[in-house]
Every structure is written in structure tokens, then in C-alpha cells.
């Protein structure tokens, strides 16, 4: 089997394999990437929930708002 010039232009050559990312090389990567995914993943689970502690600490501090101004207004009517 004969080749074209183009696909003789397309043939890997000793170098363009040596570039190649060898297994461990790879396994090692993914291993990092797969470490900073599960920081992430971490990190908004602890976001998630310190979002809801924020929440009901709101929510308390509302309804002592809330209570107060009808308190404000029950002796603001009955000083007049």
C-alpha cells in the first residue's frame, strides 16, 4: 500500500509520540482534578448551610421586629 503525500504528512512521528501523556501522568491529573472537585463540592455544601443558619437567624430577628413595631404602635395609641 502506497501513500499519498498527504496522508504521509498525517504519520505520527517519534516526537509527536513522545508528547503523549503516559497513563500515570494522566491518572495523576485526574487525581487533582477530581481533589479540587470535591473542595468545591465542600465548599458549597458548607456555603448551603451556613446559608440556612443566616436564614433562621433572619427570620427570628423579623419576627422580634415584626412584634416590637405592634408593641411601638399599641403605646403610640394609647399616649395620644
Sequence with gaps: MTLTLEQFNKL???????????????NEKF?????????LAKEVRDFKAEMASNQMAHNRFQGEID????????LELGAV
Design 12 to 26: 505520527a512521528t517519534k516526537d509527536d509520540l513522545e508528547r503523549l501523556v503516559s497513563k500515570e501522568e494522566f
Design 31 to 39: 487525581d487533582q482534578v477530581l481533589t479540587a472537585v470535591d473542595s
Design 67 to 74: 412584634d416590637l413595631q405592634v408593641r411601638t404602635r399599641r
